[in-house]
């Protein structure tokens, strides 16, 4: 599908579908989402500039995502989507920028797109200048990983909270277990969303780094301050993420290790049990034998006696276990 965005007497307009060649020219912002070969043909033909494949949109070395042809430039990173539907991901996301031209070719979604749409649609100056659009798009893209990153860490203090409640608590066994296995699948959680925010937060920085040191008529001078501001944001989130990512890895091993505890109390007791069974256990061994010659079964106080000394030697392993502490 393409989507080409445009000012026309101070209003934005958005045409979609299969735009003319000579709209797409006027365009300044041209999104590309799932684009046929038929639509990568008409971009390609109207503004006589490579689209990147999905195939080389994949491929991971700096020298393939980020590079320069004449005086456009050619922009890829991984950002991370689908935060709101609960099934995120990575997506390979490229920015081919022009002196007139913002391209844009992606396979997903990713919110920032949507709400940037939004925002030129009641501020219809930012897109004034292809290079403006794509620093104004980031700064929504990193707007948008910085409220996500907030999310992480309230679910983080949530876990957090909820993991030493139970551990302090009174409740049943299962019902703690529950709360337990909650906490490792929210930690997990966490930890894959640090994860891809950092990555994307990466690829963002690689692209401003580089979009900072051009010196051609494609990032005009104007521009500059901006990617200044971005890069500064870009590296806060950087720290907060990895930040989040220690907090959430310390919040796992006290959650292993609470865990740990709960099963060393379980197998206590079972031994404690076994070990206090072994004595009665040995005692009905032995009068369970069927021999002749037994005098005890035939003295009248043997199956009382029998009965005592097992009790007896129960109950004794259980006092010295509790003197020594060990219950």
């Known amino acids: 599908m393409i989507q080409a965005y445009t ?23 041209i999104d590309l989402l799932n684009p046929s ?7 390609q033909d109207a503004l006589r500039v ?10 991971i070395e700096s020298s393939s995502r980020l590079y320069k ?4 430039l050619f922009l890829t990173a991984n950002f991370l989507y689908g935060m709101d539907a609960g099934e995120f991901g990575s997506t ?9 031209t913002l391209i844009t070719v992606r396979y997903a979604t990713p919110k920032a797109f949507p709400t940037f749409a939004a925002r ?23 707007d948008r990983l910085a409220d996500i990153l907030e999310r992480i860490g309230g679910d983080m203090d949530r876990a957090s909270s909820k993991s030493f409640a139970a551990a302090r608590g009174d409740m049943k066994v ?12 929210t930690l997990g959680q966490v930890g894959e969303v640090t994860t891809r925010a950092s990555e994307t937060l990466l690829g963002l920085n690689r692209i401003l780094t580089f979009v900072g040191a ?9 521009n500059q301050g901006i990617i200044k501001t971005l890069v500064r944001d870009v590296r806060s989130l950087v720290e907060h993420a990895n930040f989040l990512n220690s907090r959430a890895t310390f919040l796992l091993d006290a959650v292993l290790g609470i865990i740990n505890v709960e099963q060393s109390g379980i197998i206590k007791t079972f031994t404690v049990a076994s070990v206090a069974l072994m004595p009665p256990t040995l005692i009905a061994s032995i009068y369970g034998m069927n021999f002749e010659f037994m005098p005890e079964l035939k003295w009248a106080m043997g199956y009382p006696m029998a009965l005592l000394m097992m009790i007896a030697s129960g109950v004794l392993p259980v006092l010295f276990f509790k003197r020594k502490g060990w219950l």
């Open 7 to 29: 000012v026309e007497h101070g209003h934005m307009v958005l045409r979609e579908g299969m735009p003319s060649a000579a709209e797409l020219r006027g365009a300044v912002w």
């Open 37 to 43: 070969a038929p639509e990568e043909h008409a971009v």
């Open 50 to 59: 490579e689209v990147p494949t999905r195939e080389e949109m994949q491929e």
């Open 69 to 72: 042809e004449g005086e456009d």
């Open 92 to 100: 390979a996301i490229s920015f081919v920028l022009t002196n007139t």
């Open 120 to 142: 030129c649609q009641k501020a219809p100056m930012m897109l004034h200048s292809a290079d403006g659009v794509m620093l104004h798009l980031f700064e929504q893209i990193v």
């Open 174 to 185: 299962n019902q703690r277990s529950q709360a337990l296995k909650d906490v490792l699948i």
């Open 214 to 222: 051009e010196k051609g008529a494609t990032i005009r001078k104007e």
